[in-house]
């Protein structure tokens, strides 16, 4: 059965402090690993997909890395506006369905 | 473009009774699934429609059915509600079953009391 963890539980940053969260996976065959963001009482905000391993997306302050075993979604120089829960998700190769991770939540202090 | 459509938003429900949630996906997208929300599982897999076939099912017993129709909208049944299927329940669609994006709707707050 597919295993997402996603670390840390919670984050929480000052304004222009970057880092990183990550999500390691367990899954008989990648079909893409998803990142998505949620903010409190609204639907999961589609972010990337990634495919292969050695891939990375960007978007504004945010750049998603995969490797065979994990993903890291890098939060550049981060405003208040990037709190939220970020959610990883894996799409297996053999089952469309989404597995997703328990979610990191990030507090971006001004 | 529109994005992905649930309703009711909110609603609340007595322990026994059933409920019905209804779900528009993006224009153009056929595939539409289904995931619940609670704070102590997280996001799970409920279902997924296709061209109007159930294509895959999650761990729920069978009180939780779903369908799709011709024009892609889906909904979702729970039938003989217990305190425990309170939850954000989500719709997701994509283009297809392989979606290269899976779109997320805003949920249905369901509380069961």
């Known amino acids: 059965e597919d295993q997402v963890t996603q670390s840390p539980e919670a984050l929480r940053l000052q304004e222009g402090e970057s880092s990183s969260l990550n999500c390691s996976y367990t899954v008989s065959g990648l079909r893409g690993l998803f990142w998505y963001r949620q903010d409190p009482g609204k639907g999961p905000e589609f972010l990337f997909t990634?495919?292969?391993a050695g891939e990375e997306k960007e978007k504004e302050r945010l750049k998603a890395t995969l490797t065979k075993k994990e993903s890291f979604l890098h939060i550049t120089a981060p405003k208040p506006e990037d709190s939220a829960t970020y959610l990883c998700a894996v799409q297996e190769r053999e089952d469309y369905k989404l597995s997703f991770g328990a979610g990191t939540t990030v507090t971006v202090r001004a | 473009k529109a994005g992905v459509t649930q309703t009711p938003r909110y609603l609340i429900k007595t322990r026994g009774q059933q409920v019905t949630l209804s779900c528009s996906p993006i224009?153009?997208?056929?595939?539409v699934s289904w995931y619940q929300q609670t704070p102590g599982q997280g996001l799970q897999f409920l279902f997924e429609?296709?061209?109007?076939?159930?294509?895959n099912k999650g761990n729920f017993p069978g009180r939780f059915s779903g369908r799709q129709f011709s024009n892609s909208r889906s909904e979702m049944n729970v039938s003989t509600l217990e305190l425990g299927d309170s939850a954000l329940y989500l719709c997701?669609?994509?283009?297809?079953?392989?979606?290269?994006?899976?779109?997320f709707g805003e949920g249905s707050w369901l509380t069961v009391v």
């Open positions: 224009s153009g997208h056929r595939s």
């Open positions: 997701a669609s994509s283009l297809g079953l392989a979606g290269n994006t899976i779109y």
């Open positions: 990634l495919y292969s």
């Open positions: 429609y296709f061209s109007e076939t159930q294509r």
